[in-house]
Structure formats: structure tokens, C-alpha cells
């Protein structure tokens, strides 16, 4: 929406340049660049017990992993993109498997699930590493880090299943990291945690093949899908990964019967395009439907992107009215706690049917998953 000479002449106004900082989801100030996680050398790890999933041998020794859209083919002795996975002797292992960085329990309006058990807790498992190399990412110390630069937890699956159970929790929740590249870890616990009777979900890039996601939707219960941008430009320069695979994940989520969420972080000068938003709403509503909630969040200044301000609210409105006129029924506005769109109104009616104050659930007027007031089905799962 803004042009960068525009922006950073606003910033500076505002005395918000470089330097200043502001408070980002990860709440980091500092100006340095960490080290690329792939830059580093290989550590000597304990040797890894837990064989990967959906990854082929080949003649050479070497294996190709199929789990996400890259599709790594990894020589013997050496780790994939991600890594962590290892190719040992020509059979494929996960080395972050029972091995968590960040355990946390947190209200599921943060994953964000907007339209899932409002209120309920939601028991988090994130590891090392992503498939991404996304410039603004909010959990960079985690995303960006190898298994060897964190300090992890022993935790089988089961162990993760009891301490959700023993915290209350409703849900198990796959999410910080991306969770494509600890996959036979959060399956394990999910298919655990159903036969205990929780839900379970999982916050994603996009990025997983149609064959391992398929084998994942049939445990899970529903997904919250980051939709970076809409061009393969910005997917390229400011994620090193592709949108097209992303695309493909939604409608393979979608045509599943999952509940899915969408979510747009909109970065000043880099994706808030608004002809390009206009274009993606009416992607998402000709190809997934209207009531797929879409959530607009606001960036704050993370890793790489540390001299770009917050996203103006007024771009974020602007972007939910994009959404609105064309014909999206359920368009949230997020990491702006108060505004009227952290909540829930009734697509036919206009009532509040879900009252939020960012993850907070107010109020609700919602009967056996309809409007309390029309009688409007709202999607979603509620019981
Ligand atoms: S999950 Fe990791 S090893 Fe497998 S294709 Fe993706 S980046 Fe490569």
C-alpha cells in the first residue's frame, strides 16, 4: 500500500527509524543478523533411533525426502535442508524427534483458531529449524536455530499427550516452528492425543506434499495456514520458498474437510499491495469458499526486518475491506488487541456471536454452532 520512500519518510517523522526498535511479537531489538542457521557446521549429535517418514532409498545411497515441496535429496552422512533429518548408511532419520525447544500452553485464539472451542487451552510442541527462510519471522530463535544450537527436552510422545492432559488442555497444538519439518513427531502425537480424546491442530507455512499432509488430516482436526503474499516474488526474495506449493496445500486441505484458517501478516512496503490482496481474496474465494476465516495480522520489527515499523492499522482496515468486498464472510484483524475485528459477527444478522479482545473470549452467543440471534450456521467446530 505504502511505497518504501513514503514509509521510511513516515517513520522517520515519527522518530521510529532504525535504532528506536518497537516491541515485535519476539519483543528483539537488536540491529545484528544472526548467522544463518545453514551456514554452520555440522554437529557430532547422539545417533538418531526414530527412521523419517515418506522418503525413498536410492541407488547411490542416497535418500530423497518427501515430505515437503523441496523435495531434498541427501547424500549419505549428510542432512536435508531443514536439518533435521539425517541420511545414516542410506536410511532417513528424524534427529528432532522426542526432542522439543518450546513446550508452552496458550489459548487457541493464538494459533489463531478463531472458529475452534473458543477459550479452550491448547498444549504447544515446537522444535528447531523450518523449511523457510522467511526475513521477518516472529520466532526466528527457534525457526532459524539447528537442534544443536538449542537447549531441548526429552519428551516422547506420550509424555507430551499426559502433560497436555495434565494442564487441562483441550487440544494438542503442532506451531512456533514449522511443524513439516518435525512430521513423524507431531504425527506420533497426535494419533496418541486423539485416542486420548483431545483435538489436535497445527499452524503451517504450507509447504507439506499432498501425500504426507493426506496421511496427517485424517488424525488432525483442523490447520491454520500461513498465506505469506500472493506473488512468487515476495516468496522468493523474503521466504527463499514459493507460494505455488501453498496454494496447492489449501485446496488439499480444504478439499479433506478440515477446518482450516488463514492467516496474512501484512509487512509494510513488502506484501500490503493492495491490488495483490484483492487478488488473493478472490483466489481463496473461488477456489476454498466464503467462510474460510482469513486473519490480517500486523507486523512488528523481527530478525531481519528490524528497520521496518509496525504495519499501519488504517493498511490492515484497508486490506479487511479488500476481503469484504469481495464476498469473504469471517475477516479478522490480529496483533492489534481491542479492535473491533478480533471479533466474531454473524454473517447474516450482524450480531456479535463471538465477543474478543485479541485472545480473550468475552462473550459468546453462539447455539449448537449457530448465531443465538438468526439461527445463521456459523463454520466451525464448536463442541
Ligand atoms: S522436510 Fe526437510 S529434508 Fe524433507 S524435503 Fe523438506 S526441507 Fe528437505
Known amino acids: 500500500m505504502l511505497s518504501r520512500r513514503k514509509f521510511l519518510r513516515t517513520a522517520l517523522l515519527a522518530g521510529i527509524g532504525a535504532g528506536l526498535g518497537f516491541l515485535g511479537g519476539c519483543g528483539l531489538r537488536e540491529e545484528t543478523t544472526p548467522t544463518p542457521t545453514h551456514a554452520r557446521p555440522t554437529p557430532t549429535l547422539p545417533p538418531p533411533t526414530h527412521e523419517a517418514r515418506f522418503y525413498t532409498r536410492l541407488e547411490n545411497g542416497s535418500v530423497a525426502c518427501g515430505v ?214 478472490a483466489w481463496i474465494k473461488a477456489n476454498l469458499g466464503d467462510d474460510v476465516p482469513l486473519h490480517f495480522t500486523r507486523f512488528f520489527p523481527a530478525y531481519k526486518l528490524q528497520r521496518l515499523p509496525p504495519t499501519p492499522v488504517e493498511t490492515l482496515e484497508a486490506a479487511a475491506q479488500i476481503a469484504d468486498a469481495e464476498g469473504l464472510k469471517f475477516v479478522y484483524i490480529g496483533n492489534v488487541p481491542g479492535h473491533p475485528r478480533n471479533s466474531t459477527y454473524c454473517p447474516r444478522c450482524g450480531e456479535t456471536v463471538i465477543a474478543r479482545v485479541h485472545f480473550a473470549v468475552l462473550k459468546m452467543a453462539l447455539a449448537d454452532g449457530k448465531c443465538a440471534a438468526c439461527g445463521q450456521p456459523i463454520p466451525g467446530i464448536w463442541a
Open 68 to 281: 515437503c515441496w523441496r523435495r531434498c535429496v541427501v547424500a549419505p552422512g549428510k542432512l536435508g535442508f531443514c536439518a533435521n533429518k539425517k541420511n545414516v548408511d542410506g536410511t532417513y532419520y528424524s534427529l528432532v524427534y522426542g526432542r522439543p525447544a518450546a513446550l508452552q500452553v496458550d489459548p487457541i485464539e493464538k494459533e489463531p483458531a478463531f472458529h475452534m472451542l473458543p477459550g479452550t487451552l491448547i498444549f504447544c510442541t515446537g522444535t528447531a529449524s523450518c523449511n523457510n527462510r522467511c526475513k521477518f519471522c516472529q520466532n526466528w530463535h527457534l525457526s532459524q536455530q539447528t537442534l544443536w544450537d538449542l537447549r531441548t527436552y526429552d519428551a516422547p510422545p506420550a509424555a507430551i499427550v499426559a502433560m497436555a492432559q495434565d494442564e487441562g488442555c483441550g487440544a494438542v497444538s503442532f506451531t512456533y516452528n514449522e511443524p513439516t519439518v518435525f512430521y513423524e513427531y507431531m504425527y506420533d502425537i497426535a494419533a496418541l492425543a486423539k485416542g486420548a480424546g483431545l483435538r489436535s491442530l497445527f499452524h503451517t507455512n504450507g509447504g507439506m506434499n499432498r501425500e504426507p499432509m493426506l496421511a496427517l488430516l485424517e488424525i488432525m482436526d483442523a490447520v491454520t495456514v500461513d498465506l505469506k503474499a500472493f506473488t512468487e516474488k515476495f516468496y522468493r526474495e523474503v521466504s527463499e520458498s514459493s507460494l505455488a506449493p501453498v496454494l496447492r496445500t489449501l485446496e488439499v486441505i480444504r478439499g479433506a474437510g478440515k477446518h482450516l484458517e488463514i492467516v496474512n501478516l501484512v509487512i509494510p512496503t513488502l506484501n500490503d499491495n493492495l491490488d495483490d490482496i484483492r487478488s488473493m481474496c
